[in-house]
């Protein structure tokens, strides 16, 4: 495959690069610089991807390792900000809908690295359990059980959630 013909595979793959990203970082800029970093790596490696391969596996598993890289170099870390955004629609029907949405994302953000990676993957990128485990680079039976573990986590603290608002 040539060099133009890989730029355009990466190109065509930003927005679920962009939705992957978003499940793991839950912070909409610090998810652009994520996808940024992670095409400019897979450029810049494009020649290191071996044919015959899944590319969106490849580039996938590059977000991952960098999202870990910056975990790594953060000194204050787990900070949850909403977005400026998410106040948009106060006062309307949509408003229920958005703060089940900010709901969800708070307890998402609250599981481990390992737990909400298993969940975007999975869960909000459908990838299959196979492909999910090679782009973690865990075992098949790693990763099920890390889902499971996840979405009873995620189970839990909705339902705490859910419990504290009544």
């Not at 598993?61 to 790594?72: F, H, L, S």
Request: net charge negative.
């Amino acid at each position: 495959m040539t060099a133009n013909a890989i730029n355009n595979e990466i190109a065509a793959l930003l927005p679920r690069l962009r939705r992957f990203a978003r499940s793991i970082v839950y912070n909409r800029d610090d998810a652009d610089d994520l996808v940024q970093i992670a095409v400019e790596r897979g450029l810049g490696r494009s020649a290191q991807w071996e044919p015959g391969t899944r590319l969106d596996s490849w580039m996938f598993r590059i977000m991952k390792n960098a999202w870990i890289d910056e975990v790594r170099s953060r000194i204050r870390r787990d900070a949850l900000f909403a977005p400026e955004e998410a106040g948009e629609h106060v006062g309307d029907g949509f408003a229920e809908a958005q703060q089940q949405r900010m709901a969800i994302e708070k307890a998402v953000s609250m599981l481990s690295d390992e737990h909400r990676m298993v969940i975007a993957l999975v869960l909000v990128d459908g990838l299959p359990y196979k492909e999910a485990a090679e782009v973690l680079e865990i075992p098949m039976g790693t990763l099920t059980s890390r889902l499971v573990r996840a979405r009873a986590a995620l189970q839990e603290l909705l339902s705490d959630q859910a419990r504290t608002v009544k």
